[in-house]
């Protein structure tokens, strides 16, 4: 909304149909609380708006739901990572960003290489620098990012604002998904 977007917010029990009959020209899954291994719905939810080729944003357990999306596995932390001041680095562009992270469970996919999904390739697109934990997904098909997500909290406040900047990322990609 700060950015001049309408945003409509639906029930968690909605259903993919509810979803796109918004007609939205993006998705975005926000933070838990939750164990991503339970949520079958949401997840099914988003695999529907994934084939529909609605762009995508995750944050927290919607990085946690869109690393199951896309086929990955998901684990609880010995000791959950909190607190402000987490450096992670963004691998697309070799920046260290200070980040807000407040999460029990992270998404198991390979940071060495590409994954093929049913809807695209799929990377690792940040990692926590304390303990190589992945904290963001990007997914391309045909050469362009069509969704992409962070473990960590570019909304928190009080707090660092490193990582604002994937707000306009994701206006981007909705306009770009328009044209």
């Not at 509810?18 to 079958?40: E, I, K, Q, W, Y």
């Not at 995750?58 to 684990?75: D, E, K, M, P, S």
């Given at each position: 909304?700060?950015?001049?977007?309408?945003?409509?917010?639906?029930?968690?029990?909605?259903?993919?149909?509810?979803?796109?009959?918004?007609?939205?020209?993006?998705?975005?899954?926000?933070?838990?609380?939750?164990?991503?291994?339970?949520?079958?719905?949401?997840?099914?939810?988003?695999?529907?708006v994934l084939t529909a080729g609605?762009?995508?944003?995750?944050?927290?357990?919607?990085?946690?739901?869109?690393?199951?999306?896309?086929?990955?596995?998901?684990?609880?932390?010995?000791?959950?990572?909190?607190g402000i001041n987490q450096p992670v680095m963004d691998r697309t562009t070799g920046k260290v960003e200070v980040t807000a992270h407040n999460h029990g469970f992270a998404v198991d996919a390979p940071r060495d290489r590409a994954t093929s999904t049913p809807y695209g390739e799929a990377t690792v697109s940040h990692v926590?620098?304390?303990?190589?934990?992945?904290?963001?997904?990007?997914?391309?098909?045909?050469?362009?990012?069509?969704?992409?997500?962070?473990?960590?909290h570019p909304e928190a406040a009080a707090g660092p604002h490193d990582a604002a900047y994937l707000f306009d990322r994701f206006c981007d990609l909705m306009g770009s998904a328009g044209a």
């Open positions: 909304a700060e950015r001049g977007i309408e945003v409509h917010v639906l029930p968690a029990g909605s259903s993919a149909q509810d979803v796109l009959a918004v007609r939205p020209d993006g998705v975005f899954f926000s933070n838990g609380p939750g164990d991503p291994a339970t949520a079958d719905h949401a997840v099914g939810v988003l695999k529907e609605v762009p995508y944003f995750g944050i927290c357990f919607g990085n946690q739901l869109f690393g199951r999306a896309l086929g990955f596995g998901t684990y609880k932390l010995d000791y959950g990572h909190r926590c620098l304390n303990d190589d934990v992945v904290e963001g997904l990007e997914l391309h098909r045909d050469g362009r990012l069509v969704a992409f997500s962070v473990q960590y």
